[in-house]
């Protein structure tokens, strides 16, 4: 009980920060199969967009910041889990079901010795071998 109320409170305190259309850090890791078994991980840039239960992602890499490389698009219920729908965007495959959490937490930092409280909210993906792993990170600091 205490856990479920503890999520509601986190919830209602991330979701107005996550709604907003604000850039989001994105990593992508993915078997590299040009070669032995290897991992290849890409950076980039996402816009996230949280309206009720509703999250839509663009994460941009390679293509630069005005063409998204895979969008997401799905539901997040309030415990933070999300179910969506992946999309290659620019390639002929086919869209593919994935899972994921979001998290937000919340910690004091020393910031040239001036407290913020530095929130920060994560998306994730988990790994699956013969898919990718995508995880999106997000923070925002305000004065003490």
């Known amino acids: 009980m205490n856990r479920a109320i503890a999520a509601l409170v986190l919830m209602s305190i991330a979701l107005p920060c996550a709604a907003a259309d604000t850039t989001w850090q994105f990593l992508r890791v993915r ?3 040009n070669g032995a078994m290897s991992y290849v ?7 996230v967009s949280i309206d009720e239960a509703r999250i839509h992602i663009d994460a941009f890499g390679s293509l630069g910041p005005k063409e ?7 539901a997040i219920d309030e415990s933070g889990a999300i179910r969506a729908t992946a999309t ?3 390639t002929d495959a086919l869209p ?11 910690q004091v ?11 920060f909210h994560e998306i994730t993906f988990p790994f699956d071998p013969s898919f990718e792993l995508y995880a999106f990170l997000s923070k925002e600091a305000r004065d003490q």
């Open 68 to 74: 998204p490389e895979l969008t997401f698009e799905g």
């Open 96 to 106: 593919y079901t994935v899972t994921g959490r979001m998290h937000s937490w919340t």
């Open 41 to 47: 991980s890409t950076t980039g840039t996402a816009k």
């Open 109 to 119: 930092e020393n910031w040239a010795g001036r407290p913020k409280v530095v929130t």
């Open 31 to 33: 078997r590299d199969l």
């Open 88 to 90: 290659l965007m620019h």
